[in-house]
């Protein structure tokens, strides 16, 4: 995707290329649904000017700027409205309102729609326009399209809005936190001097892999696999009088708390496992904890999820 000054001067082209045919897609759009209430439009000029104000308002939404959303509603409701009024009128001459009516009521049906609001909308559409012949078709239009819309879609288009936002600064806090955010107690930690017996209990106990060595001051050493322990009672050295120290394995890989998620992910990307140990730093292997990969991935994929 390219960067946000590219994006913003690429959609004001595409606004001011299109505003250059229709300069009626400046602005928020009231005062074309003005013109529409108070004077005659011709079928052609209103499906114009929708498809042009669409067009803008999506290059300008899309581009990152501000858009709108409760204006372009009543834009679109307005202009349907009109064109469905005056297919109406050419129809049924004598059965049918003036096409501003319809254009009314249009407004009230997209407005409940959008923000699953009918009474929101029935009274700001009123108050607007203060015409008291609409009030009950626009309660119909706009219940009826409350109840379409929440069958098509349960959120409302101001509850989209307040989950991205809630999305994107969720992501921008994730991108921000470090390994110390994920850590989380290490249960099977045992010292150089654990005995085969100690060590069988704590593989028992907890469904891993490896155990956790420290040295008595609670620097991380290394850790005992699994797959010694039992391999090694094959063995004729008398294992029961073997020590955590000498199953130990120095070369295992150990996160920090001031690691990056995506750093960190890289070392679990190089290591079958589930989790990793987590020390204070590289010099002070002090063990904290332990980081889980499935909590690692759900960060970072919450993290660089797209819009």
């Not at 992501?171 to 060590?199: C, F, H, I, N, Y």
């Not at 070392?267 to 063990?287: D, I, N, T, Y």
């Amino acid at each position: 995707m390219p960067p946000l000054p590219w994006r913003l001067a690429l959609g004001g082209a595409l606004v001011g290329a299109l505003s250059i045919q229709a300069p009626q897609v400046w602005g928020n759009g009231y005062s074309v649904v003005n013109a529409i209430l108070h004077q005659p439009w011709t079928w052609q000029a209103l499906v114009a000017v929708l498809i042009f104000k669409v067009a803008a308002t999506c290059a300008a939404v899309g581009s990152g700027a501000v858009g709108g959303i409760f204006t372009p509603t009543l834009f679109v409701g307005a202009v349907l409205g009109a064109i469905y009024g005056l297919a109406a009128h050419a129809h049924l001459p004598l059965a049918t309102s003036a096409p501003f009516a319809y254009a009314i009521v249009g407004m009230g049906a997209f407005l409940a729609a959008a923000t699953h609001a009918p009474l929101m909308a029935i009274l700001m559409i009123f108050e607007m326009t203060l015409s008291y012949q609409v009030v009950l078709p626009l309660m119909l239009a706009s219940v009826i399209a409350y109840f379409i819309a929440r069958a098509l879609a349960e959120t409302s288009m101001y509850e989209v809005t307040l989950r991205r936002n809630r999305e994107r600064r969720e992501r921008l806090r994730l991108k921000a936190t470090q390994m110390r955010k994920l850590v989380r107690p290490a249960d099977t930690v045992l010292g150089l001097e654990a005995s085969v017996s100690d060590m069988t209990r704590v593989f028992l106990a907890y469904p891993v892999k490896y155990i956790y060595i420290v040295d008595a001051a609670g620097w991380f050493q290394g850790v005992v696999a699994l797959k010694d322990i039992t391999s090694d009672p094959l063995d004729q050295h008398g294992p029961r009088e073997r020590r955590a120290h000498d199953y130990l394995c120095r070369d295992f890989a150990a996160l920090t708390p001031d690691m990056p998620l995506a750093a960190a992910l890289q070392h679990f990307l190089a290591f079958q496992g589930e989790r990793l140990p987590v020390v204070a730093s590289m010099r002070v292997p002090k063990l904290l904890g332990v980081a889980y990969k499935t909590s690692l991935l759900q960060a970072y994929f919450r993290m660089n999820a797209s819009d």
